[in-house]
């Protein structure tokens, strides 16, 4: 398994969850990582994404500001800070890499699902109103 994605569960609204990649793809720190989401009827849709070093973030519209991206190479994980919940964010989340030559100094953070090789098997969080 290249990543395993974990810490998703049943949350009220307005409250939080911490979900957790764990990769073992080797050299991390060559590789952007994102995470996204797919709930029931809807196409998957990037929520975050990080540069390779970590200097570099993006964020979808509809998280901005409850949710936060992070990583620690040297542990190749990769973490999402949910606050704030609401019934809208239930959806499966899923981690994701992409291995590529972009390092922090271009400024670009990959948020098309389609550059991205390398995914979890995908965890549920579930808000209930």
């Known amino acids: 398994v290249q990543l395993q994605a974990c810490g998703g569960g049943l949350v009220q609204a307005g409250g939080s969850l911490r979900l957790s990649c764990a990769a073992s793809?080797?050299?991390?720190?060559?590789?952007?990582v994102a995470w996204f989401r797919q709930a029931p009827g809807k196409e998957r849709e990037c929520v975050a994404a990080m540069s390779r070093g970590g200097g570099n973030t993006a964020y979808a519209d509809s998280v901005k500001g409850r949710f936060t991206i992070s990583r620690d190479n040297g542990k190749r994980t990769v973490d999402l800070q949910m606050n704030s919940l609401k019934p809208e964010d239930t959806a499966v989340y899923y981690c994701?890499?992409?291995?590529?030559?972009?390092?922090?100094?271009?400024?670009?953070?990959?948020?098309?699902?389609?550059?991205?090789?390398?995914w979890g098997q995908g965890t549920l969080v579930t808000v209930s109103s």
């Open positions: 793809l080797r050299t991390f720190s060559y590789y952007q």
């Open positions: 994701a890499a992409s291995l590529t030559t972009l390092d922090d100094t271009l400024g670009i953070v990959l948020t098309d699902s389609r550059h991205y090789g390398y």
